[in-house]
């Protein structure tokens, strides 16, 4: 494989998305005049008597749409360079006992995603906060094959910019198009690494706290479906008689870089091709997803700007080339399946009327990765710098040592800090 070519959200190859036409202009005028860092208090513009120097720096990040139309950033193609299996008592193993098998179903399967729900279901505790727990265990196990060629001494240990899971990247891809949910995002700096971990807002733990029991049980059918469609192993089939045990998890581990961010992040992976003569890791990897069946060309619609968004981002990210979706009756049947192509989802979507673009998203985040990377400076594991955003704000952050935030846990500074053997 060719670990240095550069992604596009439509090929793999080396040229970059070239959006419409209509976005030209105002691509260019963003991209030159770094219009995107908004200052959030007039006091921080210099006075108009002296003369205009470099502006200043905001301390807050537009996520307006159209700050973001430019080219596509350069997106390496990202790279395996681990995995890691959580058993079902949320046991880490350095390992891919975890991985599943894809099995392809009939086009019209009706699985019954309700049953099992009340007698064969085990919950992952969601009150229980993994924070980065289980990356910077693989970190720790893996370091020497982390080590990079140029810098080995112990002061660097890693070398990348930044590391965190792809769900929060995911988050932030999405974010110029969110107009419901905000997000809280922690941040620290230890030993020249930017680690990136969530924090669940008020907003999100109430919503957890208060959840209907419809969604509870429409939240069963997503991992329900996964079950119909994959076996333990290359030669069995799925087994869907069996415990649904949300705290078995598979994780890719993978580097890759998004213009000069270097990154290193972990995303759980549904289940890979079983054919042995498949490409390597991320390109075997699928990924599974049910959504509600489409009778409408309003349903059509929504899917197309809220669901392939977010199908898109998760996917894109890691380099996973597919996602089956199953499409669900009112009553939870799945009445058809369908594969979508991560590469060809830009196509799919290029009738829909002002609808949202893979470069919008990508720019975004690079965006506020530098953000991050300029002010996030104290070099301290108990230093939290915690990123906010709220829909239809900017993103703002507030500096806060020796919290409740901090969430690098002594085991790992410890062991980063130790000389290299
Ligand atoms: P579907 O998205 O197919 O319904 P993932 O698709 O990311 O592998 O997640 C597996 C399943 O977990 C989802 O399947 C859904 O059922 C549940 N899930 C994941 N994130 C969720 C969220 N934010 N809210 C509700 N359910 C979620
Ligand atoms: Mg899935």
């Known amino acids: 494989m060719d670990r240095h070519r550069s992604r596009s959200p439509t090929t793999s190859s080396h040229h970059h998305y070239s959006p419409n036409r209509r976005g030209g202009d105002n691509r260019r005028r963003n991209h030159c005049d770094g219009a995107q860092f908004r200052p959030s208090n007039h006091h921080l513009h210099q006075s108009s008597s002296t003369p205009r120097q470099t502006p200043p720096r905001s301390q807050t990040l537009s996520t307006r749409r159209e700050v973001y139309e430019r080219d596509f950033p350069l997106y390496k193609q990202p790279v395996e360079v681990g995995c890691f299996s959580l058993d079902s008592q949320r046991r880490f193993f350095n390992d891919s006992r975890q991985m599943r098998y894809y099995v392809e179903p009939e086009r019209s399967p009706s ?13 992952r505790d ?7 727990d289980h990356i910077l265990r693989w970190i720790v196990a893996n370091r020497s094959k982390l080590k990079s060629k140029l810098t080995t001494n112990a002061s660097c ?3 990348f ?19 419901r949910e905000g997000w809280l995002l922690a941040v620290t700096r230890f030993n020249g ?3 990136i971990s969530e924090v669940e807002t008020e907003a999100a733990c109430r919503e957890r706290e208060n959840r209907p029991e419809r969604n509870k049980e429409m939240m069963y059918w997503g991992y329900k479906f996964e079950q119909y469609m994959c076996a333990d192993s290359t030669n069995s089939t799925p087994d869907p008689s069996g415990v649904v045990n949300t705290n078995e998890a598979f994780c ?12 290193l992040f972990s995303g759980e992976v549904d289940c890979r091709d079983r054919d042995p003569g498949a490409p390597p890791p991320p390109a075997c990897y699928m990924e599974l997803k049910t959504s509600a069946e489409i009778c409408t060309p309003k349903q059509r619609s929504n899917f197309h700007r809220f669901k392939l968004l977010k199908w898109w981002a998760q996917s894109f990210l890691p380099g996973v080339p597919r996602v089956v979706a199953g499409f669900r009756d009112h009553d939870g049947t799945v009445v058809s399946v369908e594969t979508f192509q991560i590469s060809k989802i830009s196509q799919v979507i290029k009738n829909e009327y002002n609808c949202w673009k893979p470069t919008v998203c990508m720019n975004f985040c690079c965006d506020f990765l ?3 990377k300029r002010e996030a400076t104290e070099d301290n594991p108990s230093v ?3 990123f906010s955003w709220e829909p239809h704000n900017d993103v703002t952050y507030s500096v806060h040592r020796d919290s409740r935030y901090s969430f690098l846990p002594d085991w790992y500074i410890k062991e980063i800090t130790r000389s290299p053997e």
Do not use: A, C, I
Not at 112 to 123: A, F, I, Q, S
Not at 161 to 176: E, S
Not at 252 to 263: G, S, Y
């Open 111 to 123: 699985f019954d995603l309700r049953d099992g729900y009340r007698e064969r279901y085990v919950k």
């Open 126 to 132: 969601e009150n229980v906060k993994e924070k980065l």
């Open 157 to 159: 240990p890693l070398d």
């Open 161 to 179: 910019d930044f590391v965190t899971w792809r769900g929060h990247l995911t988050k932030l891809l999405t974010t110029p198009y969110e107009t």
């Open 193 to 195: 690494t930017l680690y």
């Open 252 to 263: 890719t581990v993978v580097q890759t870089r998004l213009t000069d961010h270097k990154l």
């Open 370 to 372: 530098s953000f991050v």
């Open 384 to 386: 939290v710098y915690l």
